[in-house]
Antibody, heavy 118, light 114 residues
Framework: QVQLVESGGGVVQPGRSLRLSCAASGFTFSSYGIHWVRQAPGKGLEWVAV????????WYSDSVKGRFTISRDNSKRTVYLQMNSLRDEDTAVYYC???????????WGRGTLVTVSS | DIVMTQSPDSLAVSLGERATINCKSSQSILYSSNNKNYLAWYQQKPGQPPKLLISWASTRESGVPDRFSGSASGTDFALTISSLQAEDVAVYYCQQYFSTPPLTFGGGTRVEIK
């Protein structure tokens, strides 16, 4: 069955870095774009970044552009989110989700919590 | 950026009654070549990730009860639960996937039992 499993979350001080992973199984990974979506405590959903199925295109929200980098390793069926210069407002549960081209997110992971605090 | 505006922020409905959630896009999300609205509805229960309920504004995903339905009129969209059940208590989000980046969500609507 389709599975997306996030890992790498934790508590980190402002200004530090963290790398999240999204491990996929149960589908043809190299055929899907993968998005990161975050949810601050008690808040709504905020789209963060996307990487195309082949890794050739990547886009970011304005709130993370220049600080976060998305990448993928299709041989490991994993997408990464490198988060640098973390701020208090980056505190959230980070979900990865898959997208077939120009379609909604049909599968989501369970999320990993990132807490930015001194 | 396309802004998605949901209303109301919350609503309380009696069991068995109808619940309607509205979502308005700031511009058309209808792709003329296929006549599809690029609008999805998600359900999120506490402690869980969002679950896709409806895509293309009105197409129910496999396994979603038929009491859930989606409709569209121009840039106005609605999710209707025809007969609210206890397990439908959740936050519901609309999302446009017509124009990315950025891909945008509505602010969410919390549905509770009256």
């Amino acid at each position: 069955q389709v599975q997306l499993v996030e890992s790498g979350g934790g508590v980190v001080q402002p200004g530090r870095s963290l790398r999240l992973s999204c491990a996929a199984s149960g589908f043809t990974f190299s055929s899907y774009g993968i998005h990161w979506v975050r949810q601050a405590p008690g808040k709504g959903l905020e789209w963060v970044a996307v990487i195309w199925y082949d890794g050739n295109k990547k886009w970011y929200s304005d709130s993370v552009k220049g600080r976060f980098t998305i990448s993928r390793d299709n041989s490991k069926r994993t997408v990464y989110l490198q988060m640098n210069s973390l701020r208090d407002e980056d505190t959230a549960v980070y979900y990865c989700a898959r997208e077939e081209v120009r379609s909604p997110f049909d599968y989501w992971g369970r999320g990993t919590l990132v807490t930015v605090s001194s | 950026d396309i802004v998605m505006t949901q209303s109301p922020d919350s609503l309380a409905v009696s069991l068995g009654e109808r619940a309607t959630i509205n979502c308005k896009s700031s511009q058309s999300i209808l792709y003329s070549s296929n006549n599809k609205n690029y609008l999805a509805w998600y359900q999120q229960k506490p402690g869980q990730p969002p679950k896709l309920l409806i895509s293309w504004a009105s197409t129910r995903e496999s396994g979603v009860p038929d009491r859930f339905s989606g409709s569209a009129s121009g840039t106005d969209f609605a999710l209707t639960i025809s007969s609210l059940q206890a397990e439908d208590v959740a936050v519901y989000y609309c999302q446009q996937y017509f124009s990315t980046p950025p891909l945008t969500f509505g602010g969410g609507t919390r549905v509770e039992i009256k």
